[in-house]
């Protein structure tokens, strides 16, 4: 069994660590769904979903055999209205709380800023919480259905292998399935645009050929102009 | 040192994340942020007001009772710490400052509704993406779809802003 400042000093490796990896990658969990919306860029998408078959394998393969710490947490609307919110804020704020983290030891006083905002908006959302007490936090859920707290009871890998007698991992085994297609289906994506490209060169070298083109492209697609934009931002 | 020198593959970096998270899975638990920044909220709050006025707030002595002695902060230090080590080693740290009003008004409030939506969903996106989902959580597959939906709605009306 691990003490308290075992698991402090493990998260702090583990953390610095992240942060290493991601300054030197650049990858950003905002730019993974905002870039794949707006440019039609997978650059960082193909990065979590790589990440995220990992440990769907991991651990769900650690469930089957009785190991690791899988979150005791029931599932509820305020995760869908919550995620919602914070969706919007971190396309906003330019950054989500990794990359906040990041680009702050990066010298990046805008994403200083967010972290503080983030920091105040949990601070005021407590006070609200203690007013309403909801929705139900951790130490107040029960693991079974509760209408009145719009909570549907806790299901996860864990419970699925306890009610159905089959170990985690065959289930872990059919969402790396899932996430492997749509990992195909983005590849796919990326040829086609790339082919595409492809076919468009020789117009491009006739339009570098005439430079007040550039301008008006920018100004009929305003999107390589938004790309430009989001850019100062240091994603 | 070459790995400071060039850029990593960001699918090569998530995959060493990946593997290390599991492993941490092993010790406390699957890699979240939020739960630090709340304690780091709690703790400051707490050091200008007291431990008396604090625990008259039913949140924190409720739900989180402030310490320092909570692993999820030092994950979040630790993203921090080495972020700023990296960079320095890669002589990428210069200090970066929004220069329009307009962009410090959609970091402000991009970031109280980050706030707000760890609050009221209790994760955030690293625990969607790679906490909750990869163990088939079902609040996880919900707050993708709310994440997904939201990153959308954002999009669009960061697109109209700064087309407009």
Known sequence: MITVYGQCAAAFVFGTTVGVLVQRSRWCNTAALRDAMLFKSYRNTKALLVAMMILTVGFTGMISIGNGNPMRFDVGINQFIGLFLFGIGMVFAGACTVSSWVKTGEGNIGALWALLFLIVGLFLSSLVWSFSYWPLAGPTMTGHANAAGLQFGWADALTLQRDTGVPAIVFGVIQTGALYALYRRILRRERATLAAEAQERPMSSERAARPAAGLADAVVNPASSARDALSTLGD | ?164
Do not use: Q
């Not at chain 2, 960001?10 to 890699?31: E, R």
């Not at chain 2, 431990?51 to 921090?80: C, D, Q």
């Not at chain 2, 329009?100 to 955030?124: K, Q």
């Open chain 2, 1 to 164: 040192m070459d790995f400071f020198k060039k850029s990593l593959d960001p699918i090569v970096a998530l995959a060493i994340i990946a593997v290390l998270d599991i492993f941490l899975f092993l010790i406390v638990g699957a890699w979240t942020v939020g739960g630090g920044e709340t304690m780091i909220a709690g703790l400051f709050v707490k050091s200008l007001v007291g431990a008396k006025e604090m625990n008259r707030i039913p949140f924190w002595h409720l739900v989180f009772k402030p310490t320092w002695a909570y692993w999820k902060i030092y994950i979040s230090l630790g993203m921090g710490f080495g972020a700023l080590v990296s960079a320095l080693l890669s002589k990428e740290f210069y200090w970066r400052v929004p220069k329009h009003l307009s962009e410090w008004v959609m970091i402000t409030i991009g970031g109280l509704l980050m706030g707000i939506g760890i609050r009221l969903s209790f994760v955030c996106n690293v625990s969607t993406f790679l906490g909750l989902t990869p163990e088939m959580n079902l609040g996880g597959y919900l707050a993708v779809s709310g994440l997904v939906i939201g990153a959308w709605v954002g999009t669009f009306v960061y697109k109209k802003i700064l087309e407009a």
